[in-house]
Protein backbone atom coordinates (compact mmCIF):
# COMPACT_ATOMS: atom_id res chain seq x y z
CA UNK A 1 0.00 0.00 0.00
CA UNK A 2 1.13 3.79 -0.76
CA UNK A 3 0.66 6.55 1.20
CA UNK A 4 -0.28 10.29 1.65
CA UNK A 5 1.18 12.75 3.87
CA UNK A 6 -1.10 15.15 4.21
CA UNK A 7 -0.22 16.81 7.23
CA UNK A 8 2.42 15.98 10.29
CA UNK A 9 -0.25 13.64 11.88
CA UNK A 10 -2.17 12.63 9.02
CA UNK A 11 -0.97 9.52 7.09
CA UNK A 12 -3.45 7.98 4.43
CA UNK A 13 -3.92 5.29 2.44
CA UNK A 14 -4.25 5.86 -0.96
CA UNK A 15 -6.99 3.24 -1.12
CA UNK A 16 -10.12 4.40 1.08
CA UNK A 17 -12.38 1.53 1.57
CA UNK A 18 -16.27 3.63 0.92
CA UNK A 19 -18.56 2.30 3.57
CA UNK A 20 -21.86 3.28 1.42
CA UNK A 21 -23.09 -0.65 0.67
CA UNK A 22 -22.04 -2.09 4.34
CA UNK A 23 -25.21 -1.60 5.90
CA UNK A 24 -26.57 -5.09 4.65
CA UNK A 25 -24.05 -6.81 6.08
CA UNK A 26 -23.38 -8.44 9.65
CA UNK A 27 -21.28 -7.11 11.88
CA UNK A 28 -19.32 -10.60 12.10
CA UNK A 29 -18.97 -9.87 8.05
CA UNK A 30 -17.99 -6.25 8.47
CA UNK A 31 -15.56 -6.94 11.32
CA UNK A 32 -13.91 -9.74 8.71
CA UNK A 33 -13.62 -6.91 5.63
CA UNK A 34 -12.08 -4.16 8.13
CA UNK A 35 -9.78 -7.00 8.89
CA UNK A 36 -8.45 -7.75 5.41
CA UNK A 37 -8.33 -4.12 4.62
CA UNK A 38 -6.27 -3.01 7.82
CA UNK A 39 -4.19 -6.42 6.35
CA UNK A 40 -3.51 -4.80 3.09
CA UNK A 41 -2.62 -1.31 4.64
CA UNK A 42 -5.54 0.25 4.28
CA UNK A 43 -6.05 3.04 7.04
CA UNK A 44 -8.78 5.31 5.77
CA UNK A 45 -12.65 4.58 6.18
CA UNK A 46 -15.42 6.59 4.43
CA UNK A 47 -18.70 7.41 5.85
CA UNK A 48 -21.93 9.53 5.42
CA UNK A 49 -24.72 10.30 8.17
CA UNK A 50 -26.98 9.35 5.19
CA UNK A 51 -25.39 5.87 4.65
CA UNK A 52 -28.01 3.03 5.03
CA UNK A 53 -29.88 5.36 6.86
CA UNK A 54 -27.20 5.39 9.63
CA UNK A 55 -27.19 2.20 9.44
CA UNK A 56 -23.48 2.05 8.26
CA UNK A 57 -21.63 4.09 10.87
CA UNK A 58 -23.82 1.86 13.55
CA UNK A 59 -22.61 -1.42 12.41
CA UNK A 60 -18.75 -0.08 12.00
CA UNK A 61 -19.06 1.74 15.31
CA UNK A 62 -19.91 -2.21 16.50
CA UNK A 63 -16.90 -3.33 15.13
CA UNK A 64 -14.99 -0.68 16.75
CA UNK A 65 -16.82 -1.80 19.98
CA UNK A 66 -15.64 -5.55 19.59
CA UNK A 67 -12.43 -4.39 18.71
CA UNK A 68 -10.72 -1.38 21.03
CA UNK A 69 -7.48 -1.38 18.89
CA UNK A 70 -8.65 -0.47 15.97
CA UNK A 71 -10.08 3.05 16.25
CA UNK A 72 -6.13 4.27 16.65
CA UNK A 73 -4.92 2.58 13.57
CA UNK A 74 -7.63 4.33 11.60
CA UNK A 75 -8.17 7.90 9.55
CA UNK A 76 -12.04 7.80 9.87
CA UNK A 77 -14.23 10.39 7.31
CA UNK A 78 -18.02 10.80 7.52
CA UNK A 79 -19.99 13.54 6.18
CA UNK A 80 -23.29 15.97 6.31
CA UNK A 81 -25.55 17.83 4.92
CA UNK A 82 -28.05 15.76 2.76
CA UNK A 83 -30.92 15.86 3.90
CA UNK A 84 -34.45 13.86 3.57
CA UNK A 85 -37.38 15.37 5.19
CA UNK A 86 -40.56 16.46 3.04
CA UNK A 87 -38.28 17.10 -0.11
CA UNK A 88 -34.66 16.22 -0.23
CA UNK A 89 -32.73 19.28 0.27
CA UNK A 90 -28.67 20.82 1.25
CA UNK A 91 -28.33 22.08 4.42
CA UNK A 92 -24.51 23.62 5.84
CA UNK A 93 -26.28 25.42 8.47
CA UNK A 94 -24.61 25.56 12.05
CA UNK A 95 -27.01 23.33 13.68
CA UNK A 96 -27.45 20.73 11.39
CA UNK A 97 -23.71 20.20 10.91
CA UNK A 98 -22.88 20.18 14.68
CA UNK A 99 -26.02 17.69 15.69
CA UNK A 100 -24.65 15.65 12.61
CA UNK A 101 -21.41 14.97 13.54
CA UNK A 102 -22.90 14.57 16.86
CA UNK A 103 -24.93 11.49 15.55
CA UNK A 104 -22.37 10.25 13.82
CA UNK A 105 -20.31 10.60 16.65
CA UNK A 106 -22.92 8.20 18.99
CA UNK A 107 -23.08 5.73 16.19
CA UNK A 108 -19.30 5.63 15.02
CA UNK A 109 -18.84 5.11 18.96
CA UNK A 110 -15.66 6.86 19.30
CA UNK A 111 -15.16 10.82 20.58
CA UNK A 112 -13.58 11.76 17.52
CA UNK A 113 -13.82 12.15 13.62
CA UNK A 114 -10.51 12.81 11.65
CA UNK A 115 -12.27 14.26 8.55
CA UNK A 116 -15.76 16.23 8.29
CA UNK A 117 -16.98 16.74 4.63
CA UNK A 118 -19.89 18.83 3.07
CA UNK A 119 -21.59 16.20 1.51
CA UNK A 120 -23.76 18.05 -1.56
CA UNK A 121 -23.23 22.03 -2.25
CA UNK A 122 -25.85 24.23 -0.72
CA UNK A 123 -26.68 27.19 -2.48
CA UNK A 124 -28.07 28.69 0.68
CA UNK A 125 -24.51 28.41 2.61
CA UNK A 126 -23.19 31.24 4.29
CA UNK A 127 -19.37 30.80 4.30
CA UNK A 128 -19.55 32.65 7.85
CA UNK A 129 -22.00 29.99 9.56
CA UNK A 130 -19.92 27.04 8.71
CA UNK A 131 -17.10 28.76 9.25
CA UNK A 132 -18.61 29.18 13.53
CA UNK A 133 -19.44 25.22 13.07
CA UNK A 134 -16.12 24.15 11.57
CA UNK A 135 -14.41 26.31 14.86
CA UNK A 136 -16.36 24.89 17.28
CA UNK A 137 -16.12 21.35 16.20
CA UNK A 138 -12.48 21.93 15.85
CA UNK A 139 -12.08 23.51 19.29
CA UNK A 140 -14.15 20.84 20.98
CA UNK A 141 -11.79 17.76 19.31
CA UNK A 142 -14.94 16.29 17.53
CA UNK A 143 -13.88 17.02 13.92
CA UNK A 144 -9.73 17.39 13.30
CA UNK A 145 -10.16 18.24 9.69
CA UNK A 146 -12.11 19.44 6.64
CA UNK A 147 -12.93 18.69 3.29
CA UNK A 148 -15.80 19.33 0.72
CA UNK A 149 -17.68 16.78 -1.52
CA UNK A 150 -19.07 17.20 -5.54
CA UNK A 151 -18.37 21.08 -5.16
CA UNK A 152 -16.74 23.15 -8.31
CA UNK A 153 -13.86 24.96 -7.94
CA UNK A 154 -15.59 28.35 -7.26
CA UNK A 155 -17.95 26.96 -4.76
CA UNK A 156 -14.17 25.94 -2.90
CA UNK A 157 -13.45 29.18 -2.95
CA UNK A 158 -16.11 31.00 -1.92
CA UNK A 159 -16.06 28.28 0.92
CA UNK A 160 -12.70 28.73 1.73
CA UNK A 161 -12.83 32.48 2.23
CA UNK A 162 -15.19 32.53 4.98
CA UNK A 163 -13.98 28.98 6.97
CA UNK A 164 -9.61 29.39 8.43
CA UNK A 165 -9.39 25.67 7.86
CA UNK A 166 -8.01 24.38 4.72
CA UNK A 167 -10.38 22.54 2.82
CA UNK A 168 -8.13 19.73 2.22
CA UNK A 169 -10.96 17.22 0.37
CA UNK A 170 -12.97 17.13 -2.78
CA UNK A 171 -15.00 13.97 -3.17
CA UNK A 172 -16.01 13.72 -6.85
CA UNK A 173 -17.13 11.05 -9.23
CA UNK A 174 -14.13 9.81 -11.56
CA UNK A 175 -13.39 6.72 -13.26
CA UNK A 176 -12.15 5.39 -17.12
CA UNK A 177 -15.81 5.91 -17.57
CA UNK A 178 -17.00 9.01 -15.71
CA UNK A 179 -13.81 11.21 -16.89
CA UNK A 180 -15.80 15.07 -17.58
CA UNK A 181 -13.25 16.53 -15.34
CA UNK A 182 -10.28 15.08 -17.61
CA UNK A 183 -12.29 15.54 -20.87
CA UNK A 184 -12.78 19.10 -20.63
CA UNK A 185 -9.24 20.29 -20.16
CA UNK A 186 -8.58 18.32 -23.24
CA UNK A 187 -10.74 19.99 -25.07
CA UNK A 188 -9.84 23.05 -23.81
CA UNK A 189 -10.92 26.39 -26.38
CA UNK A 190 -12.55 23.98 -28.51
CA UNK A 191 -15.98 23.97 -30.11
CA UNK A 192 -16.75 20.46 -29.33
CA UNK A 193 -19.50 19.52 -26.96
CA UNK A 194 -16.48 18.14 -24.83
CA UNK A 195 -14.63 21.54 -24.18
CA UNK A 196 -18.25 22.39 -21.92
CA UNK A 197 -17.04 23.08 -18.65
CA UNK A 198 -19.45 21.15 -16.47
CA UNK A 199 -17.27 21.66 -12.97
CA UNK A 200 -15.07 25.11 -13.21
CA UNK A 201 -11.75 23.19 -13.93
CA UNK A 202 -11.84 21.20 -10.66
CA UNK A 203 -8.96 19.04 -11.44
CA UNK A 204 -6.61 21.37 -12.21
CA UNK A 205 -8.03 23.97 -8.97
CA UNK A 206 -7.43 20.79 -6.81
CA UNK A 207 -3.70 20.02 -8.18
CA UNK A 208 -2.98 24.42 -7.95
CA UNK A 209 -4.28 23.96 -3.92
CA UNK A 210 -3.21 20.92 -2.87
CA UNK A 211 -6.79 19.33 -2.30
CA UNK A 212 -6.43 15.44 -2.42
CA UNK A 213 -9.46 14.49 -4.78
CA UNK A 214 -11.00 11.34 -3.84
CA UNK A 215 -12.81 9.54 -6.63
CA UNK A 216 -16.45 7.58 -6.22
CA UNK A 217 -17.47 5.29 -7.75
CA UNK A 218 -14.83 4.47 -9.21
CA UNK A 219 -16.26 0.92 -11.06
CA UNK A 220 -19.65 2.16 -11.91
CA UNK A 221 -20.53 3.03 -15.43
CA UNK A 222 -23.42 5.15 -13.43
CA UNK A 223 -25.74 4.85 -11.01
CA UNK A 224 -28.19 3.59 -13.66
CA UNK A 225 -26.77 0.90 -15.07
CA UNK A 226 -24.67 0.04 -12.19
CA UNK A 227 -20.68 -1.30 -12.62
CA UNK A 228 -19.30 -1.37 -16.03
CA UNK A 229 -17.05 -4.78 -15.15
CA UNK A 230 -18.16 -7.58 -17.62
CA UNK A 231 -21.11 -4.81 -18.16
CA UNK A 232 -21.97 -5.85 -22.02
CA UNK A 233 -22.29 -2.31 -23.23
CA UNK A 234 -18.63 -1.87 -21.99
CA UNK A 235 -17.50 -4.59 -23.92
CA UNK A 236 -14.29 -2.84 -25.82
CA UNK A 237 -13.65 -0.96 -22.41
CA UNK A 238 -13.57 -4.48 -20.80
CA UNK A 239 -11.29 -5.99 -23.27
CA UNK A 240 -8.91 -3.33 -22.71
CA UNK A 241 -8.49 -4.05 -19.17
CA UNK A 242 -8.35 -7.45 -19.89
CA UNK A 243 -5.57 -6.85 -21.97
CA UNK A 244 -3.73 -5.20 -19.74
CA UNK A 245 -4.82 -7.54 -16.65
CA UNK A 246 -3.41 -10.68 -18.67
CA UNK A 247 0.02 -8.62 -18.71
CA UNK A 248 0.75 -7.74 -15.48
CA UNK A 249 -1.56 -11.04 -14.11
CA UNK A 250 -4.07 -8.50 -11.69
CA UNK A 251 -7.43 -8.24 -12.04
CA UNK A 252 -8.82 -5.85 -14.40
CA UNK A 253 -10.04 -3.58 -11.14
CA UNK A 254 -6.41 -3.17 -10.54
CA UNK A 255 -5.91 -1.68 -13.45
CA UNK A 256 -8.81 0.82 -13.05
CA UNK A 257 -7.34 1.64 -9.85
CA UNK A 258 -3.75 1.62 -11.47
CA UNK A 259 -5.31 4.33 -14.33
CA UNK A 260 -6.63 6.31 -11.37
CA UNK A 261 -3.27 6.49 -9.65
CA UNK A 262 -1.33 7.22 -12.95
CA UNK A 263 -2.59 10.13 -13.02
CA UNK A 264 0.13 13.43 -11.26
CA UNK A 265 -2.94 14.83 -8.89
CA UNK A 266 -2.51 11.92 -6.92
CA UNK A 267 -5.85 10.76 -5.72
CA UNK A 268 -7.26 8.87 -3.51
CA UNK A 269 -9.88 6.77 -4.65
CA UNK A 270 -12.25 5.21 -2.68
CA UNK A 271 -13.72 1.73 -2.87
CA UNK A 272 -17.11 0.40 -2.61
CA UNK A 273 -17.08 -3.19 -2.50
CA UNK A 274 -18.18 -5.64 0.28
CA UNK A 275 -16.32 -8.70 -0.90
CA UNK A 276 -12.32 -9.04 0.55
CA UNK A 277 -11.54 -10.80 -2.57
CA UNK A 278 -12.37 -7.63 -4.57
CA UNK A 279 -10.68 -5.47 -2.01
CA UNK A 280 -7.29 -7.26 -2.10
CA UNK A 281 -7.39 -7.56 -5.84
CA UNK A 282 -7.84 -3.71 -6.11
CA UNK A 283 -5.04 -3.07 -3.92
CA UNK A 284 -2.88 -5.08 -6.29
CA UNK A 285 -3.13 -1.74 -8.55
CA UNK A 286 -1.69 0.34 -6.34
CA UNK A 287 1.76 -1.58 -7.57
CA UNK A 288 1.34 -0.83 -11.34
CA UNK A 289 3.22 2.24 -13.39
CA UNK A 290 1.21 2.86 -16.52
CA UNK A 291 3.02 4.44 -19.08
CA UNK A 292 1.74 7.44 -20.47
CA UNK A 293 0.71 6.27 -23.77
CA UNK A 294 -0.97 2.93 -21.81
CA UNK A 295 -3.05 5.58 -19.40
CA UNK A 296 -3.99 7.76 -22.75
CA UNK A 297 -4.88 4.19 -24.32
CA UNK A 298 -7.29 3.28 -21.51
CA UNK A 299 -9.10 6.45 -21.22
CA UNK A 300 -9.80 6.72 -25.18
CA UNK A 301 -11.04 2.87 -25.37
CA UNK A 302 -13.45 3.48 -22.27
CA UNK A 303 -16.29 4.83 -24.19
CA UNK A 304 -14.57 4.72 -27.90
CA UNK A 305 -13.30 8.44 -27.45
CA UNK A 306 -11.26 10.06 -29.39
CA UNK A 307 -8.71 13.24 -28.63
CA UNK A 308 -8.48 16.19 -29.93
N1 LIG B 1 -19.51 11.83 -2.15
C1 LIG B 1 -20.47 11.24 -2.80
O1 LIG B 1 -21.43 11.87 -3.29
C2 LIG B 1 -20.42 9.75 -2.97
C3 LIG B 1 -21.33 9.10 -3.83
C4 LIG B 1 -21.23 7.71 -3.95
C5 LIG B 1 -20.25 7.00 -3.24
N2 LIG B 1 -19.41 7.66 -2.40
C6 LIG B 1 -18.35 6.95 -1.63
O2 LIG B 1 -17.59 6.18 -2.55
C7 LIG B 1 -17.59 4.82 -2.13
C8 LIG B 1 -17.51 3.95 -3.32
O3 LIG B 1 -18.65 4.12 -4.17
P1 LIG B 1 -19.27 2.89 -4.92
O4 LIG B 1 -19.70 1.89 -3.91
O5 LIG B 1 -20.26 3.35 -5.91
O6 LIG B 1 -17.92 2.37 -5.62
P2 LIG B 1 -17.49 1.25 -6.61
O7 LIG B 1 -16.27 0.68 -6.01
O8 LIG B 1 -17.43 1.83 -7.95
O9 LIG B 1 -18.70 0.23 -6.64
C9 LIG B 1 -18.67 -0.90 -5.98
C10 LIG B 1 -19.70 -1.82 -6.58
O10 LIG B 1 -19.10 -2.52 -7.67
C11 LIG B 1 -19.32 -3.90 -7.44
N3 LIG B 1 -18.34 -4.79 -8.03
C12 LIG B 1 -18.68 -5.81 -8.86
N4 LIG B 1 -17.59 -6.53 -9.20
C13 LIG B 1 -16.55 -5.96 -8.55
C14 LIG B 1 -15.17 -6.28 -8.51
N5 LIG B 1 -14.65 -7.29 -9.20
N6 LIG B 1 -14.38 -5.51 -7.74
C15 LIG B 1 -14.89 -4.47 -7.06
N7 LIG B 1 -16.20 -4.13 -7.07
C16 LIG B 1 -17.02 -4.85 -7.82
C17 LIG B 1 -19.34 -4.01 -5.93
O11 LIG B 1 -19.97 -5.18 -5.57
P3 LIG B 1 -19.28 -6.24 -4.54
O12 LIG B 1 -19.61 -5.75 -3.19
O13 LIG B 1 -19.95 -7.50 -4.91
O14 LIG B 1 -17.80 -6.26 -4.81
C18 LIG B 1 -20.12 -2.77 -5.54
O15 LIG B 1 -21.50 -3.02 -5.63
C19 LIG B 1 -18.85 4.67 -1.29
O16 LIG B 1 -18.78 3.58 -0.40
C20 LIG B 1 -18.89 6.00 -0.59
O17 LIG B 1 -17.99 5.92 0.51
C21 LIG B 1 -19.48 9.02 -2.27
Redesign the pocket.
Known amino acids: MKYLQLKDDLKVSQLAF????IAGMSVEELEDLVKVSLDQGINFY???DI?GGGKSEELFGEVLKRNPDMREKMVIQT?CAIRRDKVGYFDFSKEHIINSVDESLKRLQTDYIDILLL??PDTLMEPSEVAEAFNELEASGKVKYFGV??MNSMQMELLQSGVKQKLLFN?L?F?PIHAGMVTNGLFANMKEAQAVDHDGSILEYCRLKGVTIQP?????ASWEEG?F?DNPDYKEFNDCLQEFADQYNV?K?AIVIAWILRHPANMQP??????SK?LI??CAGCDIELSRADWYYIYTKAIGRMLP
Open positions: GCMRDHAYKHRSNQQSWSIMQTLSTIFGTTKHEM
